[in-house]
């Protein structure tokens, strides 16, 4: 990056994911980030005062990079409510899958530190769990589910479906029967919101 | 234990297993439980050929030891299908979270030895399964709940609540909200499968 840029804090995230990778996490200091943006060390630590930080921060992003185009999905109108909200969940768990096998070291990283981010945690899931209130609040409406309270639902349905898009199960989601598996559940799912 | 007892591979076992309590699964080694049971390690190795083998066998054990009072559970026929079954999920629930929580160390042992177990670990779920599978055929007989495969319909649901029972997210099971998030998901699977 040259110099004359200004530092924005998107160009030190996307610097340090790239450090990330070619280190590993353990390796990687605020320092290696401040080399390849060719800015002081300094410098870097008034945007993030420790590795720690920084690692969240890159892990903050790569949880917007799987929310923001679920919301884009969960915008969509077309079809019913049940089609929607398929769609959007096999969204989410390919979305977590591609991560997975594309790049399982920060994947692995994102999961570590997921385990002690618990409020960064805690506000991904309400934002996915947001986005389907909206697909099951239009369902309610249109007489298509049951009525109810449709955040309680989606917070059902997100727990429901654990198994299928949790990082801590990553290592059962190559299995030959992990779709027919989700099918079952989906299945129960839709029984007990389908009016 | 005395010399003049058969070695049972039960009494291998429960020494083996205080031996990996004392020493942790890292340190223990089969001369370690034959140390402790007072016998050549021929002997054990007779039983056992190597660590990871005794490693397996006490898990499996502990794994028995979880499902066999969930089977009489299973068989006690009082009450509705629905109290049935939400009184032996939680007991499966239960039973995980009181391993966890009095002995964390053997539970971080055997959540470690399941992910690689892989059959093993497929036959404990084939058995808990079975066990759900029974009483939900109990009540699609009495039509309580909807008529299906009622073996199906155990498999949706084991997966469904695997965040409670499943040890990668013990975890999360010392949260304030934890009981409430099951009772949701309960909810909505009481949904679709009542008739």
Redesign the interface.
């Known amino acids: 990056m040259a110099n004359d840029q200004p530092l924005t804090k998107e160009a030190i995230l996307e610097a340090a994911e790239q450090v990330l990778r070619r280190y590993g996490p353990e390796k990687t200091s605020v320092v290696d980030v401040a080399k390849a943006l060719q800015v002081s060390h300094g410098t870097l630590y008034r945007h993030f005062p420790s590795k720690a930080a920084l690692r969240e921060a890159v892990t903050e992003r790569w949880l917007h990079r799987i929310a923001e185009p679920l919301q884009e999905l969960a915008n969509q109108l077309d079809g019913s409510a049940a089609d929607r909200l398929r769609t959007w969940l096999q969204a989410l768990i390919q979305s977590k899958r591609k991560h997975v096998i594309e790049d399982p070291e920060m994947f692995g990283m994102y999961s570590a530190v997921t385990?002690d981010a618990v409020e960064m945690i805690a506000e991904h899931v309400q934002h996915l769990i947001g986005q389907m209130t909206g697909i099951i609040a239009d369902g309610m409406n249109a007489k298509e589910f049951?009525s109810g309270e449709p955040e309680?639902?989606a917070?059902?349905?997100f727990?429901?479906?654990?198994?299928f898009h949790?990082p801590?199960?990553a290592?059962e989601w190559s299995t030959s029967t992990i779709e027919q598996?989700f099918d079952?559940?989906w299945?129960?799912?839709?029984?007990?919101?389908r009016n």
Chains 1, 2 share one sequence.
């Open positions: 385990l049951r309680v639902m917070r059902a349905i727990f429901a479906t654990t198994r949790h801590a199960h290592y598996e079952l559940v299945e129960l799912i839709l029984s007990g919101i």
